[in-house]
């Protein structure tokens, strides 16, 4: 059950939930690990991002040895900025960014991306005048599932985990929050079903944030940044 509390800033991730990302950082695992030696199915690649890139490399390519796996992350960065030309934001990011700050909720962004990454990312987005607040790997040593990256998010906010909500498209975005005491709201768009996030602890779950940005005021974010009650809201919203 959500939060009753107030809300007083909604986290976000951005790879996958606000830009359109995913699929090139599969593309660049893909091909840095067929590279190195280590191929990996494509879909155990997918099932994967979002996690910790040493977490990530653990799960598709287990037992390759340290100085090959090192090699793989370098050339994951350098082919997917090659690719980040075809970057861009998803539908409604901009807007729904710039309506929660109109509300005089902060907005945080919560990644754990490289600062070189975070960077293209931020360009693409081109919102930071509605940004509160931003975090990136150089804040922690681990990134999701560990709750680590949501803390640092919040102690930046100034806020407690009662007071946030956070916003994200797979399972680890989810079990973060939840490891941090933070309700969760879920979108379909990294290829994760609204089965699994629910399961993973998101109280809803819409097809987009264009969907979210649609129902703002009768989601969660809406509801308690009334003040509301905060109780779950129905099912997916498309």
Avoid: C
Wanted: glycine fraction near 12%.
């Amino acid at each position: 059950m959500a939060s009753e509390s107030p809300l007083r800033a909604v986290l976000f991730d951005i790879d996958g939930t606000l830009v359109d990302s995913n699929y090139l950082h599969i593309d660049a695992w893909d091909r840095a690990l067929a590279e190195v030696d280590a191929p990996a199915p494509v879909w155990k690649i997918h099932r994967s991002i979002g996690m910790d890139s040493k977490k990530l490399l653990e799960a598709v390519a287990g037992g390759v040895p340290e100085e090959t796996t090192s090699r793989a992350k370098e050339l994951h960065s350098d082919y997917y900025k090659e690719a980040a030309g075809r970057l861009r934001p998803f539908d409604g990011a901009q807007e729904l960014i710039r309506a929660i700050d109109a509300r005089g909720i902060r907005v945080v962004l919560a990644t754990s991306a490289p600062e070189d990454e975070l960077a293209i990312l931020r360009g693409v987005l081109d919102v930071d005048d509605a940004v509160s607040e931003v975090t990136s790997s150089g804040d922690v040593g681990t990134a999701k599932p560990e709750p680590d990256i949501i803390e640092v998010a919040l102690g930046k906010a100034g806020v407690q985990p009662g007071e946030a909500v956070m916003v994200g498209d797979s399972v680890w975005d989810v079990q973060a929050a939840g490891r941090a005491g933070v309700t969760a709201i879920g979108v379909l768009t990294g290829g994760v079903s609204e089965a699994e996030l629910r399961d993973a602890g998101a109280e809803e779950v819409y097809q987009d944030v264009a969907a979210l940005l649609e129902a703002l005021n009768e989601s969660l974010i809406g509801r308690r940044g009334r003040g509301g009650t905060g109780e779950a809201g129905p099912g997916i919203s498309y």
